[in-house]
């Protein structure tokens, strides 16, 4: 008997900014993806009220922060693009 693995698309549900060093996604399957805030120097730029404006894209499969301009992929992040 054999199986097949179950193929999950990696969705973001939240985003935080922990210590304020740090992006934190958490997926919707439950895995967190934690950067530094410095790969992303518009994010690092931004005031704390403009990194809280974000909307997730495409259900999920990116976020977008309308104020600075920024979008990142769940994928290349989990790449570590």
């Not at 097949?4 to 210590?19: C, I, Q, R, T, W």
């Not at 976020?63 to 600075?68: E, H, L, S, T």
Request: charged share 20%; no cysteine; net charge negative.
């Amino acid at each position: 008997m054999s199986t097949s693995p179950v193929k999950v698309e990696p969705l973001a549900v939240n985003v935080s900014f922990p210590y304020g060093s740090s992006l934190l996604v958490r997926l919707a399957d439950g895995r967190e993806i934690s950067v530094p805030l410095l790969w992303f120097p518009r994010l690092a730029g931004a005031t704390a009220e403009e990194r809280a404006d974000y909307s997730l894209i495409g259900g999920g499969i990116g976020i977008y922060w309308p104020r600075i301009d920024e979008d990142l992929s769940v994928a290349g992040l989990l790449r570590g693009d």
